[in-house]
C-alpha cells in the first residue's frame, strides 16, 4: 500500500503565499516523476507543476513565475511553493505521483488540499 499525503492548503489573500507539501509512504522502491494538479468548481482538472527524480521540472502557463515544484528524494515529498496567488488560484490541489515497487510501476494520487484566494 501507498499513500500521498498533501498538506499546507488554506485561506489567503490575493497576491498571498502558500506552500504545499505531499508525502509518499509505505511500500516504495522509487518514486519517479511527480506532479501537481488542481481542480476548480465545474472545471476540469488540471496539471499544474511537475518534475522528475532528477529534478526536471515543468508549469503550466498560468503558473509559470510564480509557481516553484521542488522535492526532497530522501523524504519522498515534494512541495508546491505559490505565490502571487490569484482568485483563479482557488482549487483543491492533488498530489500525483508514479512510484515501483517490486518491480511494478503504478500511479498514485492524494486525496487533495483546498487553496482558497480570496479578500
Known amino acids: 500500500q501507498v499513500q500521498l499525503v498533501e498538506s499546507g492548503g488554506g485561506l489567503v489573500q490575493p497576491g498571498g503565499s502558500l506552500k504545499l507539501s505531499c508525502t509518499a509512504s509505505?511500500?516504495?522502491?522509487?518514486?519517479?516523476?511527480m506532479h501537481w494538479y488542481r481542480q476548480a468548481p465545474g472545471k476540469q482538472r488540471e496539471l499544474v507543476a511537475s518534475?522528475?527524480?532528477?529534478?526536471?521540472?515543468n508549469y503550466a502557463d498560468s503558473v509559470l513565475g510564480r509557481f516553484t515544484i521542488s522535492r526532497d528524494n530522501v523524504k519522498n515529498t515534494m512541495y508546491l511553493q505559490m505565490n502571487s496567488l490569484k482568485p483563479e488560484d482557488t482549487a483543491v490541489y492533488y498530489c500525483?505521483?508514479?512510484?515501483?515497487?517490486?518491480?511494478?510501476?503504478?500511479?498514485?494520487w492524494g486525496q487533495g488540499t483546498q487553496v482558497t484566494v480570496s479578500s
Open positions: 509505505g511500500r516504495i522502491f522509487n518514486v519517479l516523476t
Open positions: 518534475i522528475s527524480s532528477r529534478g526536471s521540472t
Open positions: 500525483n505521483a508514479d512510484i515501483s515497487y517490486s518491480g511494478s510501476l503504478k500511479n498514485y
